[in-house]
Structures are given as structure tokens and as C-alpha cells.
């Protein structure tokens, strides 16, 4: 059974770091597309970067210079480095894979990331 794992998340000040990472049981990592997204309170999921099996990055106007993803198929692994954080970047963060928005049975259970003072 696949399952994702995300972990990373915390508290931390505007202007900080956190580095969220993602574990993939299974042998599919490797040749997904893979996406970090995020829901607020309120708000709907969104898809803040995307990395291809390839290593090739895309990202959310939202986090683009501020966000770095990637990944690590030897250990099943995809990052997300965000720096100089916002309030505004307080959401659930979830990995899934970038196909169709996400596939429903891989959605795990989060990691949450408050940025406040």
C-alpha cells in the first residue's frame, strides 16, 4: 500500500525557515510528478510547487523565490525549503502527486505550518 508521509511543520516566526519533508512508501516515487500543496482555513487546497520525475520545477506565484523543491528518489523523498516565511503562508502543507490536482487515495495527513510572532 502506498502511503505518504509529510513531516516538518512547527510554529516559527515571520521571516523564518522550515523544511518540510514527504516519505513515499512504495517503488512509484521515482516516476511521479510530485506536488507540495497547502489549504488554509477557509480556503481551498493549492498546488504552491510541483518537481516532474525528471527534476523539473514549477512554482505557485506565491512561493516562487521563497520556495525550493526537491527530491530524492534514492530515498523516497521530496522536500520543500521555504524561507522567509509569511503569515499568509500558515496552511496545511500536503505532498501528493501532481497529476489531476492529486490522487485522492494519497492524501495523507498534513503537516502544519503557523508563521505568527
Known amino acids: 500500500q502506498v502511503q505518504f508521509v509529510e513531516s516538518g511543520g512547527g510554529l516559527v516566526q515571520p521571516g523564518g525557515s522550515l523544511r518540510l519533508s514527504c516519505v513515499v512508501s512504495g517503488s512509484i516515487f521515482s516516476i511521479l510528478p510530485m506536488g507540495w500543496y497547502r489549504q488554509a482555513p477557509g480556503k481551498q487546497r493549492e498546488l504552491v510547487a510541483s518537481i516532474s520525475s525528471g527534476g523539473s520545477t514549477n512554482y505557485a506565484d506565491s512561493g516562487k523565490g521563497r520556495f525550493t523543491i526537491s527530491r530524492d528518489n534514492a530515498k523516497n523523498t521530496l522536500y520543500l525549503q521555504m524561507i522567509s516565511l509569511k503569515p499568509e503562508d500558515t496552511a496545511v502543507y500536503y505532498c501528493?502527486?501532481?497529476?489531476?490536482?492529486?490522487?485522492?487515495?494519497?492524501w495523507g495527513q498534513g503537516t502544519q505550518v503557523t508563521v505568527s510572532s
Open positions: 501528493n502527486a501532481d497529476v489531476g490536482g492529486g490522487i485522492k487515495v494519497y
